[in-house]
């Protein structure tokens, strides 16, 4: 059974940073591209940051120059380091990944997601 636990998020005042890890877990054979994504009160789930297999990464418009993603392929683990957080940030961050497992060809999973709050 193929499992991702999202960590690190928590509460903190905008200007602050944190980094969120992804920890993938299970009979994994191949992880394809992996993402983050966030969703707000009332608001749609949105993509905040992806990354290949190959390095490439895509970012919101919102987020660009304050969040980095990041991935160990070797730990099957991914990161979010986020800076600057802003009020606008606050949301539950979920982990993404296209996974290809003993059970199964590839598919998208997701975490149960990690709450980041900032305050004003």
């Known amino acids: 059974q193929v499992q991702l636990v999202e960590s690190g998020g928590g509460l903190v005042q905008a200007g602050g940073s944190l980094r969120l890890s992804c920890a993938a877990s299970?009979?994994?054979?191949?992880?394809?591209?992996m993402g983050w994504y966030r969703q707000a009160p009332g608001k749609e789930r949105e993509l905040v940051a992806r990354?290949?297999?190959?390095?490439?990464?895509d970012y919101a418009d919102s987020v660009k120059g304050r969040f980095t993603i990041s991935r160990i392929d070797a730990e099957k683990t991914m990161y979010l380091q986020m800076n600057n957080l802003q009020p606008e940030d606050t949301a539950v961050y979920y982990c993404?990944?296209?996974?290809?497992?003993?059970?199964?060809?590839?598919?998208?999973?997701w975490g149960q997601g990690t709450q980041v709050t900032v305050s004003s």
């Open positions: 990354i290949t297999t190959g390095g490439s990464r």
């Open positions: 299970g009979s994994i054979f191949s992880i394809n591209h």
């Open positions: 993404n990944a296209d996974i290809e497992s003993l059970s199964s060809w590839y598919r998208d999973y």
